[in-house]
C-alpha cells in the first residue's frame, strides 16, 4: 500500500478482554515501531523491530504486552488481560532504516 | 535507550509571535529529524539534519542543529493559527529516539 495501514482504527473492549493491533508497514521498510500515545500526552516507545535483529522491546510496559513481525512485514501488538489504563492511541511506523519514519493513523483503544 | 528532551512542553503565543523548541539529548545524534503532530493527527516528517551546525530552513521554520550534535531547535518566525500542533523532534542513526514534544497553540 501507499502508506502504513493499521486496523483496527477503534476498538473499545472490555477490561480482562485480550486485544491485538495490526501494523501493514509500506512495502520493503526494514524498521517497523511502535508508540503509545495518552490523550494530550506524547509519544511512549513501546517496540522496534530492525530487519532480522532481535527487536528492542525496552519501551514495553509489562509482560501483558507483546509483539511480534512476521515475515519481516506486518506487526502484531497484543495487549492481555487489558486494564483501563492500556486506553490510548497505538501509533504503528515503519522507515528505511535511518530515514524518515512514516505513521499510521493508528488504531484508538478503550478499555471500558 | 537514550534521553531526547524537549524544552518547553506547552507554548501559547499571540498570532504574528515567534516560536522556539529546543531538544537535547544525553549523548551524541548522528542525525536529528523533526515531525509535526496536528491534533486529532499523527507525526509527519519536516525535516532531518545530519550536519553538526547545520542549519535548514522550510518558508518560515528554521530549523538548527548544533555543533555538538546534542542539541537542536526548530524556530517559527511569525505564527499562524495552522502552525498550531505537537512538534517532537527524533534522534538517532538507525533506530530514533523520540523527544518528548512541545504542544504549540496559536491564539488569533
Known amino acids: 500500500g501507499a502508506g502504513v495501514s493499521q486496523s483496527p482504527s477503534n476498538k473499545v473492549t472490555e477490561k480482562g478482554k485480550d486485544v491485538e493491533l495490526r501494523c501493514d508497514p509500506i512495502?520493503?521498510?526494514?524498521?517497523l515501531y511502535w508508540y503509545r500515545q495518552s490523550l494530550g500526552q506524547g509519544l511512549e516507545f513501546l517496540i522496534y523491530f530492525q530487519g532480522n535483529s532481535a527487536p528492542d522491546k525496552s519501551g514495553l510496559p509489562s509482560d501483558r504486552f507483546s509483539a511480534e513481525r512476521t515475515g519481516g512485514s506486518v506487526s502484531t501488538l497484543t495487549i492481555q488481560r487489558t486494564q483501563q489504563e492500556d486506553s490510548a492511541v497505538y501509533l504503528c511506523a515503519s522507515s528505511l532504516m535511518g530515514n524518515t519514519i512514516y505513521f499510521g493513523e493508528g488504531s484508538w483503544l478503550t478499555v471500558v | 535507550g537514550q534521553q531526547v528532551m524537549q524544552i518547553p512542553q506547552y507554548q501559547h503565543v499571540q498570532e504574528g509571535e515567534d516560536f522556539t523548541t529546543y531538544c537535547n539529548s544525553s549523548?551524541?545524534?548522528?542525525?536529528i529529524q523533526w515531525y509535526k503532530q496536528r491534533p486529532g493527527g499523527h507525526p509527519v516528517f519536516l525535516i532531518q539534519?545530519?550536519?553538526?551546525?547545520e542549519v535548514k530552513k522550510q518558508k518560515r521554520l528554521t530549523f538548527q542543529f548544533g555543533e555538538a550534535k546534542k542539541n537542536s531547535s526548530l524556530h517559527i518566525t511569525a505564527t499562524q493559527t495552522t502552525d498550531v500542533g505537537t512538534y517532537f523532534c527524533?534522534?538517532?542513526?538507525?533506530?530514533?529516539?523520540f523527544g518528548t514534544g512541545t504542544s504549540l497553540t496559536v491564539i488569533p
Open positions: 549523548t551524541t545524534l548522528s542525525n
Open positions: 512495502s520493503g521498510h526494514t524498521a
Open positions: 527524533a534522534g538517532g542513526r538507525n533506530q530514533f529516539y
Open positions: 539534519l545530519v550536519k553538526s551546525g
